[in-house]
Nanobody
Framework: QVQLVESGGALVQPGGSLTLSCAAS????????MGWYRQTPGNQRELVAS???????NYAGSVKGRFTISRDNAKNTVYLQMNSLKPEDTAVYLC????????????WGQGTQVTVSS
């Protein structure tokens, strides 16, 4: 049984930083493209960042230069370091495992809430 469990979401002030974690079980993330997506009420999920098994990364234009995705295959965990957070970054952030840097795969976590507000 595949499980992706996100953690680290919180309320943070604009300009602040936050690190999200996604711990996987039932799969070895080393063979997957791992991605972070986000979703707000009434909107579709959008790709935030993804990282391939070979080290390639892909970022949405709105987060490039502020967010960094990384992976620790030994810990079977993916991270999203978020800096210079803006109110428009407020969303539920979800972890995903698949085979493409640009399209989501079959496995999803339950999400973690990030709220950027003063």
């Amino acid at each position: 049984q595949v499980q992706l469990v996100e953690s680290g979401g919180a309320l943070v002030q604009p300009g602040g930083s936050l690190t999200l974690s996604c711990a996987a079980s039932g799969i070895m993330i080393g063979v997957y493209v791992m991605g972070w997506y986000r979703q707000t009420p009434g909107n579709q999920r959008e790709l935030v960042a993804s990282t391939g098994s070979g080290g390639r990364t892909n970022y949405a234009g709105s987060v490039k230069g502020r967010f960094t995705i990384s992976r620790d295959n030994a810990k079977n965990t993916v991270y999203l370091q978020m800096n210079s957070l803006k109110p428009e970054d407020t969303a539920v952030y979800l972890c995903n495992a698949g085979y493409s840097l640009y399209v989501s795969g079959a496995f999803w976590g339950q999400g973690t809430q990030v709220t950027v507000s003063s």
